[in-house]
């Protein structure tokens, strides 16, 4: 489910997914929504192994082109904003070299221990970098690997976090929002500062800014999760689980790709596909159709100038000089609630 990004919604809003506000229903419903109707019905074409991909410029399969025709309208018709904002994943990563920083929204009264943060770490890698991946070489993308940092980890006490070593791991943040949710410094954030200069209050940037957070949640009121510019908010234990895992971490999947800016199809998918991992449920993991609507957006948005920042702001180390257009503004208001 994509979340509001709108500043005054986030700032005010930060955690009013309740009880009462349900997340993602459709991810709930994956058993009987994963597989086309009909026997023998065929499964969608892995991204990962798409010979599709290997092209360099927009060129789709013909069987894909009308429909990924009729999502672009769909957004330039309910979400023309959203082109020019600055806090899409892509931005993210040119912003910072290459690279993203977290946060981890700990909201939770269990214990972190060295073993979960660093399934956290791994699954984030490991996660993030199959949609990363779908952009390499194509189009002007500039980078292969996209390597996760984790910068903080926000709980309600540090002791929720036994042996952090705040060095080598992330900083330990006692700061909460407005609902007293923590949360790191949001002054140090990436969604707070798009498309202006980043951090004039950040102490040491370099150290503790973050793209995103990745929001841990023991409640989610009977929803899945939800995502956004903002990061992705999701169960805690089922996504810890499915990081150990390994394979695809399906609903961590999805999140992320309402950070990529790609939208839910709640209530209406292109008539020629049948399961793709943006229509909740329908799929488990990311397919060759959800991979050309992020390189739709990618050649939409992207910079006139690869050497420079997308949203005209400066991250973590430096970023590359000359700025381009980013999305600027919310997205769906039918299908969001709030998050980060």
Not at 5 to 10: C, R, V, Y
Not at 15 to 32: A, I, K, V
Not at 128 to 140: R, T, Y
Not at 157 to 174: D, I, R, V
Request: net charge positive; aromatic share 10%.
């Amino acid at each position: 489910m994509r979340l509001p990004t709108t500043t005054a919604a986030i700032l005010g809003l930060l955690t009013t997914l309740s009880t009462s506000s349900p997340l993602e229903p459709g991810l709930n419903d994956l058993s009987r929504r994963q597989a086309p109707k009909g026997k023998g019905a065929p499964r969608a074409q892995r991204a990962d192994t798409a010979v599709s991909l290997k092209e360099t410029t927009w060129n789709p399969p013909a069987s894909m082109k009308q429909d990924l025709d009729d999502v672009w309208a769909w957004v330039i018709k309910r979400r023309p904003q959203d082109l020019k904002r600055g806090g899409w994943v892509y931005n993210q990563i040119l912003d910072n070299n290459g690279a993203l920083n977290y946060c981890v929204r700990w909201h939770s009264s269990a214990t972190a221990d060295a073993a979960t943060r660093a399934a956290i770490l791994k699954g984030l890698q490991v996660q993030s970098q199959k949609w990363a991946d779908l952009l390499v070489g194509f189009d002007g993308w500039p980078y292969t690997k996209v390597p996760v940092k984790i910068v903080g980890w926000a709980g309600t006490s540090q002791a929720l976090f036994p042996g952090l070593n705040e060095t080598a791991e992330g900083k330990y943040s006692a700061y909460k929002d407005q609902e007293g949710v923590p949360q790191c410094n949001p002054d140090c954030g990436h969604f707070f500062h798009m498309n202006s200069e980043f951090f004039p209050k950040c102490q040491n940037p370099k150290e503790n800014m973050y793209s995103m957070s990745l929001w841990l949640s023991d409640n989610l009121g009977g929803g899945a999760g939800g995502g956004g510019d903002w990061g992705q908010r999701t169960y805690r234990t089922a996504t810890i689980a499915q990081f150990k895992a390994g394979g695809d971490a399906m609903i961590y999947l999805h999140e992320m790709g309402h950070s990529y800016a790609i939208d839910d199809f709640y209530d209406w998918k292109p008539k020629g596909q049948t399961n793709f991992i943006m229509m909740a449920g329908s799929s488990s993991y990311i397919t060759e159709f959800d991979a050309w609507m992020a390189r739709d957006w990618w050649r939409h948005i992207k910079p006139k100038n690869l050497g420079g920042s997308s949203s005209g702001s400066t991250m973590a180390g430096g970023a590359p000089k000359g700025a381009g257009g980013a999305p600027k503004g919310a997205g769906r208001p039918a299908a969001m609630s709030n998050g980060q």
